[in-house]
């Protein structure tokens, strides 16, 4: 699996070594929207920047107290119809759905969440990829880092796509893989962690 593209920014090596690192402090969309407002030119900015939070925002799970909330995680190929795990219901059953990977296939994975009532900053993805039998020996198979961006609020799902990867090829790679993925924000406080399943094999399943 390609590493280059999945190396952390400067930014990330910087929060992630530094044990004092302190996120910004969270201002709402009310107060930001509200400083400097004699500022037209700033105003402006504000305004294109945060587009529709700015307005006030119906939120999609008005019982779920969570401000972001992960959806639905799905693989997506070029020329195909995207596989997608629910990440809203019970997220010890997602081991009974595997994705099917054909070795040397370039895949990208998406990330759908909601974030429903303030602006949440700093929000990365992170998966740990291992193969039974293998990782004891040499470690994890792949893991990477990915900064998602800062959001505000909308009464639909953002999407985040990692960037394009490939997958192994040849008989000694081909096998079940777990993954374990988890979304947290600046604070670095886990938004959701779960863990799912891919097989990489000769062809397609269908």
Aim: proline share 5%.
């Amino acid at each position: 699996m390609a590493e280059a593209e999945n190396k952390p920014t400067a930014e990330e090596d910087l929060h992630e070594d530094d044990p004092n690192y302190k996120a910004p402090a969270q201002k709402s969309v009310k107060e930001i929207v509200e400083a400097d407002q004699e500022d037209e030119s700033l105003r402006k900015y504000k305004e294109s920047l945060l587009g529709g939070a700015i307005k006030e925002v119906k939120p999609p799970f008005p019982d779920d107290p969570r401000n972001v909330i992960v959806s639905k995680l799905s693989l997506v190929v070029e020329g195909r119809t995207d596989k997608e795990l629910d990440l809203t219901g019970d997220l010890s059953k997602l081991k009974e759905q595997v994705f099917t990977i054909k070795e040397g296939a370039k895949y990208r994975m998406k990330v759908s969440f909601y974030v429903q009532r303030e602006i949440v900053s700093g929000l990365r993805y992170e998966q740990k990829t291992s193969r039974k039998g293998i990782q004891d020996v040499l470690g994890a198979v792949d893991k990477s880092k990915f900064m998602v961006g800062s959001y505000g609020p909308k009464e639909t799902a953002h999407e985040y796509l990692t960037p394009i990867d490939e997958a192994p090829s040849g008989m000694l790679v081909r096998g079940s893989y777990t993954v374990e993925s988890k979304f947290t924000d600046d604070d670095r406080n886990s938004i959701l962690e779960w863990k799912w399943k891919f097989e990489i094999k000769k062809d397609w399943d269908d």
